[in-house]
């Protein structure tokens, strides 16, 4: 597929210098310009833009640049206008005491979902290191395929090609005909596992929210290390995750 390009390229760069400043912390001018592979006068006038926004400020001691908390702030304010994580949440919450495990509610995104929401298991000292506004692709995560056993074939289809199709671990599925198998079986089972299709150690159930209108939109996941998360352990969860559906789809749709 063709790349899409932004078409303002200076929203484009300002972006990027903004995510690698996320994706690093305090970074110094010629660091930041090498890592980017744009001129040193660019980065600046990049950078000076977003110190005038309020977005990105230099520190005095070293010189170096840093994001402040603004980009915070707007992240705050997005959750807060959310109506349906105001509702998902207390299900969420009674689902992790009930189970004992961190449970998780994502958003589809084009080819991926993003991570929304989460109640982290105060039960286990094992923690894990998802965090809100992480993404994963739709193929390889419990949450991805619930939501993509909602479409049809041609939707499948779609996602499927809009992604960069790689193992991340050795039961990842990467091969067209045998997604499309899975999503049948998680149509009839009503809920989706990630066997460590995505990250060693970790095994989810999780289950979508179906669409008022089309397509499922929301998922939700309750996710722990393998250790716990065994083929019994599995089954006794599928119970609260599905009467947790029930109640999400009361208050959601």
């Not at 040193?40 to 010189?63: C, D, F, P, W």
């Not at 669409?211 to 939700?220: D, E, L, M, S, T």
């Amino acid at each position: 597929m063709e790349e899409e390009k932004n078409p303002i390229q200076v929203a484009d760069r300002l972006f990027q210098v903004m995510e690698m400043l996320a994706e690093r912390g305090a970074t110094g001018l010629v660091e930041l310009s090498k890592l980017l592979n744009l001129h040193k006068s660019t980065v600046h006038r990049l950078l000076n833009s977003l110190i005038y926004m309020g977005y990105a400020v230099q520190e005095e001691e070293t010189g170096k640049y840093r994001l402040t908390y603004k980009i915070m702030e707007l992240s705050n304010k997005m959750v807060e206008n959310n109506d349906v994580l105001e509702l998902a949440h207390p299900i969420m919450q009674r689902l992790m005491e009930q189970a004992g495990e961190t449970v998780h509610f994502v958003q589809l995104d084009g080819a991926e979902v993003v991570y929304i929401d989460k109640v982290e298991s105060q039960m286990n000292t094992i923690r894990l290191v998802s965090r809100i506004g992480s993404r994963v692709p739709v193929y390889c995560s419990g949450v991805g395929k619930a939501i993509a056993a909602e479409m049809d074939e041609a939707h499948i289809r779609k996602i499927w090609n809009a992604s960069e199709i790689k193992k991340w671990t050795e039961h990842t599925i990467t091969e067209l005909p045998v997604f499309l198998e899975e999503c049948e079986r998680i149509r009839e089972a009503g809920y989706a596992l990630d066997n460590e299709e995505h990250e060693i150690g970790v095994r989810c159930i999780a289950a979508a929210i179906p669409g008022k209108v089309g397509n499922a939109r929301y998922a939700y996941s309750i996710s722990g290390p393998l250790v716990r998360m065994t083929d019994e352990r599995i089954e006794e969860l599928k119970g609260y995750l599905l009467e947790a559906k029930g109640a999400l789809c009361r208050e959601l749709l």
